[in-house]
């Protein structure tokens, strides 16, 4: 339905109701947070107290990223990193801030059910590039295509502002425990709070 969210990727996934909630359960490197993913103080304000999905694509995923909802893009803002891999071990080594130091695209979606949606690709161990195939600015209907990671695993975060998705209750349950959920891409992951 229109009030439903999607999975973005074929992926391993976990959801929060919260940043801080991630941190505690799951992101354990000690740099993370939403100015220091976005490298934008005043777009990492609007996802204070935001919820997150974590989609982990492995090295055997089908390596293309999908719009979790409907709305219009803004432009894609590249930002210079390394590529430590992204599996969980890694993720969950406080010394090690992989999300926040890896090659990253940014994009926000404005939806007309979620408000602001920030998506973010993330390169990892061997994935030569993040290759964006939507248009920048324009209109993006929830299951387009946005992208594709050339080669590997990587991951893509999307944030939705405070209170504005409510997840499907399996997914919080799994991602509390913390016990990565395999997601289908276009599978529904939770619906607008409204």
Same mark, same amino acid.
């Given at each position: 339905?229109?009030?439903?969210?999607?999975?973005?990727?074929?992926? =391993?996934?976990?959801? +929060? %109701?919260?940043?801080?909630?991630?941190?505690?359960?799951?992101?354990?490197?000690? /740099? +993370?947070?939403?100015? $220091?993913?976005?490298?934008?103080?005043?777009?990492? %304000?609007?996802?204070?107290?935001?919820?997150?999905?974590?989609? =982990?694509?492995?090295?055997?995923?089908? &390596?293309?990223? &999908?719009?979790?909802?409907?709305?219009?893009?803004?432009?894609?803002? /590249?930002?210079?990193?390394?590529?430590?891999?992204?599996?969980?071990?890694?993720? !969950?080594?406080?010394?090690? $801030?992989?999300?926040?130091?890896?090659? !990253?695209?940014?994009?926000?979606?404005?939806?007309?059910?979620?408000?602001?949606?920030?998506?973010?690709?993330? #390169?990892?161990?061997?994935?030569?590039?993040?290759?964006?195939?939507? =248009?920048?600015? /324009?209109?993006? &209907?929830?299951?387009?295509?946005?992208?594709?990671?050339?080669?590997?695993? /990587?991951?893509?975060?999307?944030? +939705?502002?405070?209170?504005?998705? %409510?997840?499907?209750?399996?997914?919080?349950?799994?991602?509390?425990?913390?016990?990565?959920?395999?997601?289908?891409? #276009?599978?529904?992951?939770?619906?607008?709070?409204?």
């Amino acid at each position: 339905g229109i009030n439903a969210e999607y999975g973005p990727a074929d992926c =391993r996934l976990h959801v +929060f %109701k919260d940043i801080t909630q991630a941190t505690e359960i799951w992101i354990k490197g000690n /740099s +993370f947070s939403v100015a $220091n993913l976005v490298k934008n103080e005043t777009l990492a %304000k609007l996802f204070e107290g935001g919820q997150l999905v974590i989609a =982990r694509l492995a090295p055997q995923d089908y &390596h293309r990223f &999908h719009s979790p909802v409907s709305g219009t893009l803004s432009e894609f803002t /590249s930002i210079d990193g390394v590529f430590y891999t992204v599996n969980p071990v890694a993720v !969950r080594q406080p010394t090690v $801030n992989v999300y926040t130091e890896n090659r !990253r695209v940014v994009t926000t979606i404005q939806s007309p059910e979620f408000g602001t949606v920030l998506f973010i690709a993330i #390169g990892a161990t061997m994935v030569g590039s993040i290759v964006m195939t939507a =248009r920048e600015s /324009s209109p993006i &209907h929830k299951g387009d295509e946005l992208g594709y990671f050339a080669f590997g695993g /990587s991951t893509c975060l999307v944030l +939705f502002q405070k209170d504005k998705v %409510k997840f499907d209750a399996d997914l919080i349950l799994n991602s509390i425990k913390p016990i990565e959920t395999l997601v289908k891409m #276009g599978e529904k992951l939770g619906e607008a709070a409204l």
